[in-house]
């Protein structure tokens, strides 16, 4: 494992990858966005419409030509050689991420790859909803964001571009509601509380102070910011 890793875990709509990002630009770290290999996954099997269960997305995401290149600008998934960040955005995507996710065979593919895409770096910020227990157990930092689910809600659809009235916030909410309750129900590396992870209620955090937090724990592992740096 690099000696360098930080692991940024939490429900849905949490800030986890804003955090991460801003996280991984301060300390000159690379910021790895672990879902965004599910989904590509995802993306794959509904172009290619294959169930989410089952073997045929176990193969295809064995036989799938998915790369995820680092650079200073993060970990940009690539299929067959095209980026596809935007594409795995998309509200098909969304929907349908959880029940590809909850595959073991999936995981275990995902976790190689996000273990062999760290080994090169100088250091990363890694988040998702199993980093901190699945694939790096041992990071010196571990974090766990959350929030209440209004704030969540009101998150994501900033994040998405959408309106922010009751109706929409009141849907959204019931969404990441599900979500939550799926990922923390499935049988294989559930969202849970990391060993030794620090929790952060952001609900009434700013963004910079959650970032700030963040930054001051990877001050006492790792040394002051210059020596990251």
């Avoid at 089952?54 to 790369?67: E, F």
């Avoid at 699945?134 to 659809?157: C, G, H, M, S």
């Amino acid at each position: 494992m690099p000696s360098r890793v930080i692991t940024i875990d939490g429900p849905a709509g949490s800030g986890k990858s804003t955090t991460a990002r801003a996280v991984a630009e301060h300390l000159g770290f690379v910021h790895v966005d672990s879902g965004a290999l599910y989904r590509a996954v995802t993306l794959a099997a509904l172009d290619a419409e294959v169930p989410m269960a089952g073997q045929r997305i176990v193969a295809l995401a064995r036989a799938l030509p998915v790369r995820l290149p680092l650079s200073r600008d993060g970990a940009r998934p690539e299929v067959a050689g095209v980026d596809v960040s935007a594409e795995i955005r998309a509200d098909r995507v969304t929907r349908n991420v959880s029940q590809v996710a909850a595959l073991p065979e999936v995981r275990e593919w995902v976790n190689e790859a996000l273990r062999a895409a760290a080994e090169d770096a100088p250091g990363v910020v890694m988040d998702g909803r199993d980093i901190g227990s699945v694939v790096f157990p041992d990071a010196r930092v571990k974090v766990f964001l959350t929030a209440n689910p209004t704030e969540r809600a009101q998150r994501r659809l900033a994040e998405q571009g959408r309106p922010s009235d009751r109706r929409s916030v009141e849907t959204a909410e019931k969404e990441i509601s599900r979500r939550d309750a799926f990922d923390a129900g499935r049988d294989v590396a559930p969202l849970q509380i990391p060993d030794g992870a620090v929790v952060i209620d952001t609900t009434t955090m700013s963004f910079e102070q959650q970032v700030d937090h963040v930054l001051e724990l990877a001050r006492q592992a790792f040394g002051s910011l210059d020596t990251i740096s």
